[in-house]
């Protein structure tokens, strides 16, 4: 009993910590799992058992594979191809033709690499585009088993648990039923998303940007007013610092200082117009050379997150200085370098010479636009990647070699035509992924050891007590796509799948429809941007706002939980 209430601490800190957003998920399961360690509720090779877990290895070989996919034409062709037509018919090309690719390789990948593309079209507003094109993403993962992490990770909980592993098409039938029944709602929806091209050229994005007027600066002994600083185009002089008081807001008839700190808030375009005055020296001022700026969206899991440009020496550790911050549609205030960061903030760049090089790129960034990291293969590579990746599928589905296997192969295939190199894969080793999932390999196996997930599958059965299995299976699927919103949905799988294990036992039925259950609602990521990567990538890119998603992920969760509720039991019977 003491093991049970001792592993009960351990999960409420650790969904607590998930909830407050206040530490990575990655860091928060590992100590959870080394917490479980150290109380004596698992033996070091039980704990570590979890780390060599076959689909857990499977999972990282792919995201290692595409780091070259990522470099082929493919994407690129292809999005050219779905801007062209009306409204309508583009949003068909492009929900079919991204559910189909976000099938078959990262989701992530195929949305950062469309992005661009729709951003720059002429014909459609992209706020009618990117966000359908993140849904069509997700609801596409849930059609194989490689199509999302997710997918991957509830496999490693089952083959764990003893049972037969899931097929790579046996999601298919119920995935096939979600597709269609969101794009067809996608599609007419899409036209109701506001069209913000207007204000993007106008005010819509709230970059903050800091300047300091020099001793030697001409700006000295007037006033604002007559230093024009209050006649600038989509650019808004909102605050003064001068000998740590500010100034807010600032009275036209102000007459400046040396040292006086300032503080407008404007469009990134706008940064342009500081040149124009002499000695006022803005943020990120002299790493300045001429380069082409960049937009990095901070990802949710990055260590910068909580933390201040300052405290986080951010200059040095990334070769960049931070000219400007923006916090979605929110107006920030305060000196820039002593912003607390948030997920989805987006940090307006001047890249040094080392900044593409540096390891951390893809673990603190969820996105960054404006300089292509990775260079394109020439058609002889980008043919044989395509080629040997869709190989390596056929082969595995037909049974000839494991997926395992396949992909290490393919990978060597990769090293040794120069596709992709060692520092690469380094680079993008997912070491936060492989943490949560083998952390939470082991936790899933002490809920069920320990007796704990029985506990809760019995408070479930109270609750659904005379309405039957069916019930139940509701309940797990609803309980799985609330975590999922409010944490993200690796942890959802994690922490719902030993519960609906053990209520199928105690139900006495086949565990599979409550596996799907699991499965697809920990991929039911519509209705907050925070609940998935690929939803803070489109809330920037778009410049979305939270009740955009509302407005177009409320009626797809709830077309989307239909769909499942009732495809789910018929292709999979109790």
């Given at each position: 009993m003491s093991e049970l209430w001792l592993l009960t601490a351990i999960l409420v800190a650790l969904v607590a910590g998930l909830v407050s957003g206040r530490a990575n998920p990655a860091s928060l399961f590992f100590f959870a799992g080394l917490a479980s360690y150290l109380l004596g509720l698992v033996s070091l090779d039980t704990a570590l058992a979890g780390f060599t877990n076959n689909g857990l290895i499977t999972l990282v070989l792919l995201v290692l594979a595409a780091t070259a996919l990522e470099k082929t034409s493919l994407l690129g062709k292809l999005s050219?191809?779905?801007?062209?037509?009306?409204?309508?018919?583009?949003?068909?090309?492009?929900?079919?033709?991204?559910?189909?690719?976000?099938?078959?390789?990262?989701?992530?990948?195929?949305?950062?690499?469309l992005i661009g593309v729709v951003r720059r079209n002429q014909a459609h507003a992209p706020t009618k585009l990117l966000l359908p094109l993140n849904y069509a993403a997700i609801l596409g993962g849930t059609l194989t088993l490689i199509g999302t992490s997710t997918n991957l990770i509830v496999n490693s909980f089952v083959e764990n648990a003893g049972l037969k592993p899931l097929g790579f098409f046996e999601f298919t039938s119920v995935g096939i039923i979600v597709v269609i029944s969101g794009l067809l709602l996608l599609i007419p929806l899409a036209h109701l998303l506001p069209?913000?091209?207007?204000?993007?050229?106008?005010?819509?994005?709230?970059?903050?940007?800091?300047?300091?007027?020099?001793?030697?600066?001409?700006?000295?002994?007037?006033?604002?007013?007559?230093?024009?600083?209050?006649?600038?185009?989509?650019?808004?002089?909102?605050?003064?610092e001068r000998s740590g008081i500010r100034i807010c807001p600032v009275p036209p008839q102000l007459v400046l200082q040396a040292d006086d700190v300032l503080r407008?808030?404007?469009?990134?375009?706008?940064?342009?117009?500081?040149?124009?005055?002499?000695?006022?020296?803005?943020?990120?001022?002299?790493?300045?050379?001429?380069?082409?700026l960049i937009e990095a969206v901070l990802a949710p899991s990055s260590s910068l997150v909580g933390t201040s440009l300052k405290d986080s020496r951010f200059r040095e550790e990334f070769d960049a200085a931070v000219m400007a911050i923006r916090r979605g549609h929110q107006p920030l205030k305060g000196?820039?370098?002593?912003?607390?960061?948030?997920?989805?903030?987006?940090?307006?760049?001047?890249?040094g010479d080392s900044f593409t090089k540096k390891p951390r790129l893809a673990d603190d960034f969820a996105a960054i636009s404006g300089l292509d990291l990775s260079v394109r293969l020439d058609n002889k590579r980008g043919h044989w990647v395509l080629f040997g990746f869709a190989l390596?599928?056929?082969?595995?589905?037909?049974?000839?070699?494991?997926?395992?296997?396949?992909l290490v192969v393919l990978l060597l295939s990769f090293l040794a035509i120069g596709a992709v190199t060692v520092s690469e894969l380094k680079r993008r080793f997912p070491l936060e992924l492989?943490?949560?999932?083998?952390?939470?390999?082991?936790?899933?196996?002490?809920?069920?050891?320990?007796?704990?997930?029985?506990?809760?599958?019995q408070g479930l059965l109270e609750v659904f007590d005379g309405y039957g299995v069916f019930a139940a299976f509701v309940g797990v699927y609803l309980m799985t796509v609330i975590v999922t919103e409010i944490i993200t949905n690796n942890a959802a799988a994690a922490l719902s799948f030993p519960v609906a294990y053990a209520l199928a036992m105690s139900y006495g039925v086949d565990p599979r429809p409550f596996i799907m259950a699991v499965v697809f609602g920990a991929s039911a990521s519509f209705i907050s941007p925070y609940g998935y990567q690929t939803n803070l990538m489109v809330f920037n890119a778009g410049n979305y706002q939270f009740s955009d998603f509302v407005r177009l992920g409320l009626p797809l969760s709830l077309v989307y939980s239909a769909a499942v509720i009732i495809a789910v039991p018929y292709f999979f019977p109790f």
């Open positions: 050219q191809a779905i801007s062209k037509g009306s409204l309508t018919l583009t949003l068909a090309k492009l929900g079919v033709s991204t559910a189909v690719l976000s099938s078959f390789t990262n989701n992530t990948a195929v949305v950062a690499s069209d913000r091209r207007d204000e993007t050229d106008d005010e819509a994005l709230p970059y903050l940007l800091e300047a300091h007027i020099a001793k030697n600066s001409k700006l000295v002994g007037k006033s604002v007013q007559d230093n024009r600083l209050r006649a600038l185009k989509k650019l808004y002089l909102v605050e003064l407008f808030s404007g469009a990134v375009e706008s940064v342009e117009l500081l040149h124009q005055f002499d000695g006022l020296n803005w943020f990120g001022k002299q790493q300045a050379k001429g380069q082409n000196g820039l370098g002593d912003i607390e960061l948030q997920p989805g903030d987006v940090l307006l760049l001047t890249p390596t599928i056929i082969a595995s589905i037909a049974g000839i070699i494991p997926l395992a296997k396949g492989v943490v949560i999932v083998g952390s939470a390999l082991g936790l899933a196996n002490l809920m069920i050891s320990t007796g704990l997930a029985d506990v809760m599958a």
